[in-house]
């Protein structure tokens, strides 16, 4: 067994080990048990991190290095200036997340959903800086995050039913051309639909509307982010896209409903059979139709224009994305499932153990 540390990162709206939530539901397995437990069981070394349910990827990304390094939040001078909100949060110097941090830590990072752009963001601020931060603060009050440079090396990273291209859920709801209501949905779906954009609409508290995760995860808003951030050459990427529905005829897909949580289908209709274009001349077409009641699975394969191909023993390599095959459950079974059950603790087992051979 080597020496790589597994690090967790959750999506929107979830929770990690420094959450009271996770200790009766864990988000890493959900109704199926810890997951993040079974791998240690196994002798993976893994851990799940805490951060912003509703911040911005930047926000999320400043948590993780806090706690994986042991070190107060900051934000960053010009980034909370710049969006209204304090500049430091919580202080992890007493409780870190793993228990070394220098030069000989190997991190292996694993991000669900919108937690594929807090890692990918991560990883670019820690071995490039954050040249804003740099040029407006000074050299002794500057974070060592944002410095760029870190001796710390990122073995792989890990996408699961990710937005690495943004998600329509978002801009279909705002295209004057597209009637969410109008889409032949159950009844009853409309009222679960409600109760999930609440949990998934965060509490405003002045800050800038760019510096929320909702913000990150428009269509041209996550391409805009992704012509910022490297596929470095040495790191290996891999990405699970999901799906959970099937095509119904003219290009239009409807979810399955075996596997499309019952809170996804309504969502999961509409994204389905829109069609347009965003603001920044994306055209959304039938292949973006296809999807995991939240995600989009075109979007989940790996960020457009990068270097990609199918995973196979073979070919693996670093510095290319390497997609896995399409898992077939909706958004939230790819860790455990939020009221359909799934037991993936044999799938984490063989990923884990895929890349610990590498």
């Not at 893994?46 to 911005?56: E, L, M, R, T």
């Not at 490297?230 to 005829?249: H, L």
Request: glycine share 8%.
């Amino acid at each position: 067994m080597s020496s790589l540390k597994y690090i967790f990162v959750h999506g929107l709206s979830g929770w990690g080990s420094y959450d009271e939530k996770n200790q009766k539901t864990p988000y890493w397995g959900m109704k199926s048990g810890d997951l993040i437990a079974f791998l240690r069981e196994k002798g993976y070394d893994s851990y799940s991190a805490s951060v912003a349910p509703h911040g911005s990827a930047w926000d999320r990304a400043c948590e993780l290095y806090a706690q994986l390094s042991g070190t107060k939040v900051d934000y960053g001078k010009h980034h909370s200036q710049q969006n209204r909100h304090e500049r430091f949060g919580r202080d992890f110097s007493r409780c870190p997340l793993i228990d070394q941090w220098g030069e000989d830590t190997e991190l292996v990072l694993i991000g669900h959903s919108f937690g594929g752009a807090t890692i990918r963001l991560f990883t670019e601020i820690l071995l490039q800086g954050a040249k804003d931060e740099i040029a407006e603060t000074e050299a002794d009050d500057l974070s060592p995050f944002f410095r760029g440079g870190s001796k710390v090396r990122i073995h792989s990273i890990v996408t699961l039913a990710s937005p690495l291209n943004g998600t329509t859920a978002y801009d279909m709801m705002e295209d004057e051309n597209f009637d969410p209501n109008g889409v032949n949905a159950p009844m009853w779906s409309n009222f679960l639909a409600k109760i999930l954009v609440k949990s998934l609409v965060p509490e405003k508290d002045g800050r800038d509307e760019r510096d929320y995760a909702s913000y990150d995860m428009h269509i041209d808003n996550a391409a805009e982010m992704n012509r910022h951030l490297t596929t470095f050459p040495d790191i290996y990427y891999f990405s699970v896209p999901c799906s959970s529905t099937k095509d119904a005829g003219n290009g239009i897909h409807r979810p399955q409903r075996k596997i499309t949580d019952p809170f996804f289908v309504r969502r999961s209709i509409q994204i389905g059979c829109y069609s347009g274009t965003t603001k920044g001349g994306t055209v959304i077409d039938n292949s973006w139709h296809e999807n995991d009641g939240l995600v989009n699975t075109i979007s989940a394969r790996a960020p457009f224009g990068e270097p990609q191909q199918k995973l196979t023993r073979k070919n693996l390599r670093p510095g290319v994305w390497n997609i896995c095959p399409v898992y077939h459950g909706d958004h939230m079974m790819i860790h455990g499932g939020l009221t359909k059950r799934r037991d993936v603790k044999n799938y984490y087992l063989k990923m884990l153990a895929m890349i610990d051979s590498l």
